[in-house]
């Protein structure tokens, strides 16, 4: 069952967007929603269907997560601070450090706040409509599933108005 989009939306997404402080809160809130919309159905599941590596709420791979860490997050230490914040002490390394890529799949704030980062990230401005759909999906498409992605603009579109309306 999916997770309510009022709850996700009120409780995680918009907490940990004013948390990181970048710029763009409302587009940036309506491609985080319609990311997890897509990519989970909003939390129908969280490992990768097939067996594939992606995980959490966002479908996030350990490599896209890690590639965040170690070309942006590794050199912007307040940043990066304000992320490990959303860090859950379970589930953790042997060392007792997090274990990132178990939380991008069981912490909502964590995952949100590493979906965030990989749109930031993108070399492009966001669109400039929170509401506009096709707009956000062609994003999506671009930065984040990449053109290479078995995902299409459609198919984001689709999933955005059935879990979140039109």
Known sequence: ?????????????????????LSAP???ENLIMGTAAHESHLGDYIAQVGGGPALGIFQMEPATLHDCYENYLDYR?????KVDGFLAAQPANPDGTPDKDAQV??????A???CRIRYYRAPAAMPS?????????????QYYNT??????????VADYNRYLGS
């Open 112 to 114: 949100t706040a590493l």
């Open 105 to 110: 799949a069981t912490n909502l704030a964590y």
């Open 77 to 81: 230490a307040d940043l990066k601070a």
């Open 1 to 21: 069952m999916p997770i309510n989009a009022t709850q996700l939306r009120t409780l995680v997404v918009k907490p940990v967007l004013a948390e990181l402080g």
């Open 26 to 28: 409302d587009v940036a």
């Open 147 to 156: 053109p290479q992605g078995a995902g299409t603009v459609e198919q984001f």
């Open 129 to 141: 409509d929170p509401n506009d759909v096709n707009g956000l999906a062609a994003y999506w498409k």
